[in-house]
Nanobody, 125 residues
Framework: QVQLIESGGGLVQAGGSLRLSCAAS????????MGWFRQAPGKDREFVAV????????YYADSVKGRFTVSRDNAKNILYLEMHTLRPEDTAVYYC??????????????????WGQGTQVTVSS
C-alpha cells in the first residue's frame, strides 16, 4: 500500500509561482510512474502531468505545458510540481497519484491505484 501526502498548496496571485510536493511512504517509490491531477469546483478531475519511474519521460496537459514542471527525487521518495505563471483557471485541488502503467495517467485515470488526499491551490486575479 502506497500512501501519498501532498503539501505546498496555498493562495497566490495570478502570475505567481508555487511548488507542490508529494511524499510517498513506500520504499519502492522508484518503481512507480507518478503524476498530478487537479479538480476545480464543479468540474471533473483532469490530468496535469506525469513522470516515468526513471524520470526520463514526462508528459503534460496542453493547458500547463511550458508553465509547470514535474520532477522526482527517488532517493527521498518525493514528487514535485513546479508551477509558474499561475492563472485563476489553475485554481483547483491538486492530487498526487502513483501507478505502474504510465498510460493510465493520460488515458485511464480510473485504473490508477494510489491517490493522495489533495492540496488546495487558489490563484487570485
Amino acid at each position: 500500500q502506497v500512501q501519498l501526502i501532498e503539501s505546498g498548496g496555498g493562495l497566490v496571485q495570478a502570475g505567481g509561482s508555487l511548488r507542490l510536493s508529494c511524499a510517498a511512504s513506500e520504499r519502492t517509490f522508484s518503481i512507480y510512474d507518478m503524476g498530478w491531477f487537479r479538480q476545480a469546483p464543479g468540474k471533473d478531475r483532469e490530468f496535469v502531468a506525469v513522470i516515468s519511474w526513471s524520470g526520463d519521460d514526462t508528459y503534460y496537459a496542453d493547458s500547463v505545458k511550458g508553465r509547470f514542471t514535474v520532477s522526482r527525487d527517488n532517493a527521498k521518495n518525493i514528487l514535485y510540481l513546479e508551477m509558474h505563471t499561475l492563472r485563476p483557471e489553475d485554481t483547483a485541488v491538486y492530487y498526487c497519484a502513483a501507478d505502474l502503467e504510465i498510460r493510465h495517467f493520460t488515458a485511464a485515470a480510473y485504473e490508477i491505484h494510489y491517490w493522495g488526499q489533495g492540496t488546495q491551490v487558489t490563484v487570485s486575479s
